[in-house]
């Protein structure tokens, strides 16, 4: 009776544990597409992209399995890559109710370092856009970027060069907006002569910042894209230490962005060593398994050291999909937040589609907002959010 009510439970076990992970949750697309004339494999009508996480089934659907790995590949079993995208629903909202958000619009717009952007939240680096437009690639984004007048953070390994990205944003010197802004990002290895061209070559193409990616000392565990040999963008170690820090500072005046952090102590020390804004990031969980997510981190930050996110400007990225996800690392002192992934899907669709997903965000971060009774987005009040869940896991410093 007991070996019989055991093997019950053993199989119960392994169904639950057999339950398949959806990458992408329903938003309805699949069910509409298939009622119109829609032919499978095809790229839907951009009209049709209603939400972020449509772009993900569209880039399912139709690109080259080795492409699309490489795209939405995690680290090892892609826990943290899960985690980016649930962690959301630990923190319930406290919506408040008759709060008058009649300025809320005027908020949306976000100072980093001084330049000014429509929304808070921008185009994390990202290599290969080619896979998503094989011509245009990055020039996407930066037209993209330009007339929604958002941030663009090209990344070292793009398809374009900085130059090329570079004489690309020059066209849109005389828009309304002003000038795009654009910052660089780079990797670091034992070559530094490498480094230094690179952030020579970032100034002269009038980049504003440089994003030094700190997160990647070594090659990460893909297995997703090492099937077809397409793993890391950077495959040689990294060379990272404090005292590069100090010399790429004697190096540029551009202000250097430390791109990776995921716990309080690290931000401690930038803070202590005088970094400009730091990004927390777990690079999309691709480097390591088990690395915390941004609103943990955010969280980890606000609970052992609030003042950091006075002393620096702090960015984040990784799983960010809705507004909702945006408010809730805002409300927690966060300036800006990126977005990898969904970005390189919407340029299957050409220039319109980051359009597309930019315009999305700013509806959603609105509307959301305005339903929460957020009055200002610059200054959310934190009793918006309920983090008891964050506050059971957090790890405290003095503990
Ligand atoms: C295809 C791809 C390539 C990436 N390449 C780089 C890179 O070259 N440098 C870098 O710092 N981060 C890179 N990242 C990480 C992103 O900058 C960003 O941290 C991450 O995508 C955010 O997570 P999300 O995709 O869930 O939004 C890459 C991400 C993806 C999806």
Same mark, same amino acid.
């Given at each position: 009776?007991?070996?019989?009510?055991?093997?019950?439970?053993?199989?119960?076990?392994?169904?639950?544990?057999?339950?398949?992970?959806?990458?992408? %949750?329903?938003?309805?697309?699949?069910?509409?597409?298939?009622?119109?004339?829609?032919?499978?494999?095809?790229?839907?009508?951009?009209?049709?992209?209603?939400?972020?996480?449509?772009?993900?089934?569209?880039?399912? #659907?139709?690109?080259?399995?080795?492409?699309?790995?490489?795209?939405?590949?995690?680290?090892?079993?892609?826990?943290?890559?899960?985690?980016?995208?649930?962690?959301?629903?630990?923190?319930?909202?406290?919506?408040?109710?008759?709060?008058?958000?009649?300025?809320?619009?005027?908020?949306?717009?976000?100072?980093?370092?001084?330049?000014?952007?429509?929304?808070?939240?921008?185009?994390? %680096?990202?290599?290969?856009?080619?896979?998503?437009?094989?011509?245009?690639?990055?020039?996407?984004?930066?037209?993209?970027?330009?007339?929604?007048?958002?941030?663009?953070?090209?990344?070292?390994?793009?398809?374009?060069?900085?130059?090329?990205?570079?004489?690309?944003?020059?066209?849109?010197?005389?828009?309304?907006?002003?000038?795009?802004?654009?910052?660089?990002?780079?990797?670091?290895?034992?070559?530094?002569?490498?480094?230094?061209?690179?952030?020579?070559?970032?100034?002269?193409?009038?980049?504003?910042?440089?994003?030094?990616?700190?997160?990647?000392?070594?090659?990460?565990?893909?297995?997703?894209?090492?099937?077809?040999?397409?793993?890391?963008?950077?495959?040689?170690?990294?060379?990272?230490?404090?005292?590069?820090?100090? #010399?790429?500072?004697?190096?540029?005046?551009?202000?250097?962005?430390?791109?990776?952090?995921?716990?309080?102590?690290?931000?401690?020390?930038?803070?202590?060593?005088?970094? %400009?804004?730091?990004?927390?990031?777990?690079?999309?969980?691709? #480097?390591?398994?088990?690395?915390?997510?941004?609103?943990?981190?955010?969280?980890?930050?606000?609970?052992?050291?609030?003042?950091?996110?006075?002393?620096?400007?702090?960015?984040?990225?990784?799983?960010?999909?809705?507004?909702?996800?945006?408010?809730?690392?805002?409300?927690?002192?966060?300036?800006?937040?990126?977005?990898?992934? %969904?970005?390189?899907?919407?340029?299957?669709?050409?220039?319109?589609?980051?359009?597309?997903?930019?315009?999305?965000?700013?509806?959603?971060?609105?509307?959301?907002?305005? #339903?929460?009774?957020?009055?200002?987005?610059?200054?959310?009040?934190?009793?918006?959010?309920?983090?008891?869940?964050?506050?059971?896991?957090?790890?405290?410093?003095?503990?």
């Amino acid at each position: 009776m007991y070996r019989s009510l055991a093997c019950v439970s053993q199989l119960f076990a392994a169904a639950l544990a057999a339950t398949n992970w959806v990458n992408e %949750p329903d938003t309805g697309l699949e069910d509409y597409i298939f009622s119109t004339n829609y032919t499978e494999g095809s790229l839907p009508l951009l009209k049709d992209m209603r939400a972020i996480p449509d772009f993900d089934w569209v880039a399912r #659907q139709v690109m080259d399995n080795q492409m699309y790995s490489f795209y939405r590949v995690a680290a090892a079993g892609e826990t943290s890559y899960r985690n980016n995208l649930e962690v959301w629903s630990k923190v319930k909202f406290r919506p408040k109710v008759l709060a008058n958000h009649e300025g809320l619009n005027e908020t949306l717009s976000v100072s980093i370092l001084g330049y000014n952007f429509s929304a808070p939240f921008f185009i994390s %680096p990202a290599t290969r856009a080619n896979y998503g437009d094989p011509e245009r690639a990055e020039i996407n984004f930066v037209d993209a970027a330009a007339e929604e007048n958002i941030l663009y953070v090209s990344a070292l390994y793009a398809n374009k060069t900085i130059e090329e990205i570079g004489a690309a944003k020059r066209k849109h010197n005389a828009t309304m907006n002003g000038p795009l802004v654009t910052f660089q990002q780079i990797y670091t290895n034992a070559n530094l002569s490498v480094t230094w061209d690179a952030i020579a070559r970032a100034e002269a193409a009038n980049a504003k910042a440089i994003v030094w990616t700190v997160d990647a000392p070594g090659s990460s565990t893909r297995h997703r894209a090492a099937r077809y040999d397409t793993t890391n963008a950077n495959s040689v170690t990294s060379y990272l230490s404090w005292d590069l820090y100090d #010399q790429m500072k004697e190096r540029t005046s551009l202000p250097i962005i430390l791109k990776g952090i995921t716990n309080v102590e690290d931000a401690l020390e930038a803070v202590e060593r005088g970094v %400009p804004a730091i990004w927390l990031s777990n690079h999309g969980g691709r #480097q390591v398994e088990h690395s915390p997510s941004p609103l943990e981190v955010a969280y980890e930050i606000h609970r052992n050291a609030p003042q950091v996110f006075k002393q620096v400007e702090v960015l984040a990225d990784s799983g960010v999909r809705y507004g909702s996800d945006v408010l809730k690392l805002l409300a927690l002192g966060v300036k800006a937040v990126g977005m990898g992934r %969904p970005f390189m899907y919407s340029n299957l669709f050409g220039p319109e589609g980051p359009k597309k997903v930019m315009k999305i965000m700013k509806d959603e971060i609105l509307n959301d907002a305005a #339903q929460l009774g957020i009055t200002d987005l610059r200054n959310i009040d934190l009793k918006r959010l309920n983090t008891r869940i964050l506050e059971n896991e957090v790890y405290l410093m003095d503990n």
